[in-house]
């Protein structure tokens, strides 16, 4: 195993890291850091702090939490997020699993690409990066992916088939979609004329470079829980997303927000030839349920499709009980089917339900 250690990287990503752990950045970043967050929401101090270097590309920024001697479970985030975003998980985790959590290309503490870099290709060997420097040799990870992060996974699958069949176990995709995402945020949901415009707005919208302002407000929160919370999520799971959100450079939330807006990786989800979990929640905007059908209806190996109800597209956040018992089951199924070199995960056997998606599953 290679854990890289770039010193000269260290300075200025080690502030950066800092401020994104606090879930802003600027002159807010003090002001979270006193201001404090629930434990769940307050990731726990990493165990290694590094880099990974894809062949092409910058670096991506990689922390390492949890059990030094445990089965390795790797996270992926989604649009506009950090490892932070990951906290209710890795708090969840922490005692029984080795965890990784990087930063995607431009998030976080990672350097944003060149202009050309924004691509799936880009998304995919920063994973695969993430994956030969940090899941030790001899082992197989479970590969957990949020939104882009899971369409990482999905692009990292077709990209290096090789690697996924030596290094990964098994995968949990939670609240994603491999194409037609613009479809996912209705303006004008009523009107079938509106069609078309709706589809402009969105994809302006998602391209959109504008900074979400210097300070929460009223409306920014309630902005937040329209798009990629419920109406159930609770005040403090809003708080904690809007911070993670709005630490996002806005020039690559809107560049990355372009590949969205054109991506389309179906060709891509037959190569995800691993036991994977699918979950989706029935109040997500971004990426409804019918998203996930069409992964579901593509997998080779579906585990199971989980449809978690009332919640919204931030499911790792609003329903972290439901994504960590997912990512359990792929532990213990692993262990059981000889995947990984690790032992001493508590937790029972994947239960063999499997929930074909729906007949006719739709492809917009």
Known sequence: MRESQDAGLAGGRARAAARTRAGVSG???????????AAPFRLPAATLSGWATPAAGPPVHVEVFGRSDGPTVVLAHGWTCSIPFWA?????????????????????????????????????????????????????????GHSMGAMSLVAFAGRHPAPLRARVSAAVLASTGVANLVLGLPVLPSLRWARGVNRRITVAAMASRLPLGRRSSPASRALIRALALSPGAT???????????RACPPAVRGRWGRV????????????????????????????????????????????????????????????????????????????????????????SARSGRRQAAPEGASQD
Do not use: K, W
């Open 27 to 37: 002159p807010d970043a003090g002001a979270a850091a006193s201001s404090g967050l």
């Open 88 to 144: 209710p998980v890795v708090n969840a985790l922490a005692g029984e699993a080795r965890i990784v959590a990087y930063d995607l290309p431009g998030h976080g503490a990672s350097p944003a690409p060149a202009h050309t870099g924004y691509t799936t290709d880009a998304l995919a060997d920063s994973l695969a990066a993430v994956v030969e420097a940090y899941v030790p040799d001899g082992e197989r990870a479970v590969m957990v």
């Open 235 to 245: 005040a403090e799971q809003v708080r904690f997303c809007e911070r993670i959100i």
């Open 260 to 347: 969205l807006a054109r991506l389309d990786l179906r060709a891509d989800v037959p190569a995800l030839a691993v036991p994977t979990v699918v979950i989706s929640g029935t109040a997500d905007r971004m990426t409804p349920p019918r998203r996930s059908d069409v992964i579901a209806a593509a997998l080779p190996d579906l585990t199971d499709l989980v449809r978690l109800p009332g919640a919204g597209h931030m499911t790792p956040v609003e329903t972290t009980d439901a994504v960590v018992a997912a990512i359990r089951r792929q532990l213990a199924g692993s262990r059981l089917d000889g995947f990984s070199g690790s032992d001493g995960l508590a937790g």
